[in-house]
């Protein structure tokens, strides 16, 4: 059986927050601590349940630790993470946490998101392209971003989900891995969006 873990607040607050640890967004930092390196252990085949804020149930990887802040929650293994400055990244795992819906649009809101949050140098680009996907049986959106890691200088690959709260709050996951390493990473990804389960709701309890 898993080991069910409980964590106060991944982001009620719906305050922006990237794939940072923290604040920022990825690409925001400059030259990382030596705690991230290249060398990163393979993630579990054995799984760890976690409950944030009361709100999200996921299974993760059970060598990714879970590293909170007040508005996001990071699951990263060792050597993936540190500081860079005053800002922590991460380089492999997911982030994870809510972004207010301003636009009242699920793609308008994830575009917005993607250009100031997640993307290291803001400017003109090809649009997005979206799939569609489910997040615990609710719609969602799907993107896949390639860049260049601020923290390793080199290319990475992020998957950007988006779906819609009850309230109308986006939740959104980051799953972060070294472009040379992301088929490596995505039947791990899959499975932790596969294990999502949301309890927004009186009658929403996990499985």
């Not at 630790?65 to 795992?93: C, I, W």
Request: glycine fraction near 8%; charge should be neutral; hydrophobic fraction near 40%.
């Amino acid at each position: 059986m898993s080991q069910v873990t409980h964590h106060q607040l991944i982001g009620v607050a719906c305050v922006v927050v990237g794939g940072l640890l923290s604040a920022g967004g990825i690409g925001a930092q400059t030259v990382a601590t030596a705690l991230v390196r290249r060398d990163v252990a393979p993630p579990s085949s054995d799984f760890t349940t976690y409950v944030e804020g009361e709100l999200i149930q996921v299974s993760i990887p059970s060598n990714w630790r879970e590293l909170p802040s007040s508005n996001a929650v990071t699951f990263a293994p060792d050597g993936a993470y540190g500081n860079a400055g005053v800002k922590s990244v991460f380089t492999h795992g997911l982030g994870m946490g809510l972004i207010r819906n301003d636009k009242g649009h699920l793609q308008v809101t994830t575009d917005d998101f993607i250009e100031s949050q997640v993307l290291a140098a803001p400017g003109p680009r090809r649009p997005l392209r979206y799939r569609r996907v489910t997040i615990a049986d609710r719609p969602a959106i799907q993107t896949v971003l390639t860049t260049v890691s601020e923290a390793t200088n080199q290319p990475e690959q992020i998957e950007v989900y988006t779906t819609l709260l009850r309230n109308g709050t986006v939740l959104y996951l980051l799953a972060v891995a070294p472009r040379d390493r992301a088929s490596d990473y995505a039947d791990t990804f899959r499975r932790v969006v596969g294990s999502i389960e949301i309890m927004d709701c009186e009658s929403c309890v996990p499985k």
